[in-house]
């Protein structure tokens, strides 16, 4: 059983940069696809980003696509998305998952990832 806690979040300025870390419990978390998506008030979760257990593959939304940057340090149990030119599309709680089932594919489907963190609130205010 994963467990995987993120951190990182807060409050930036539009233009601004975040840097997002999630945590895993176990060093099985080196095998799995990593995902990040995020839920802002009133819509449904959505895919964000995701990379392959070797971090060989990756995969972005198109609303990220140039300004986030997902990378992962087996080494340390972690993955992190980073941010830059933050804007008022990007507020969110941000959700680490990982995808036990798969090795070099990141699906973008939430449903296909069993363990998940708490979520870490990304806010973009003047």
């Known amino acids: 059983q994963v467990q995987l806690v993120e951190s990182g979040g807060g409050l930036v300025q539009p233009g601004g940069s975040l840097r997002l870390s999630c945590l895993a419990s176990?060093?099985?978390?080196?095998?799995?696809?990593m995902g990040w998506f995020r839920q802002a008030p009133g819509k449904e979760r959505e895919f964000v980003a995701g990379l392959s257990w070797s971090g060989g593959n990756i995969y972005y939304a198109d609303s990220v696509k140039g300004r986030f940057t997902i990378s992962r340090d087996n080494a340390k149990n972690t993955v992190y998305l980073q941010m830059n030119s933050l804007n008022p599309e990007d507020p969110a709680v941000y959700y680490c998952a990982a995808d036990a089932s798969r090795h070099f594919t990141a699906d973008r489907r939430e449903t296909e990832y069993g363990y998940w963190g708490p979520g870490t609130q990304v806010t973009v205010s003047s």
């Open positions: 176990e060093r099985t978390f080196s095998n799995y696809v």
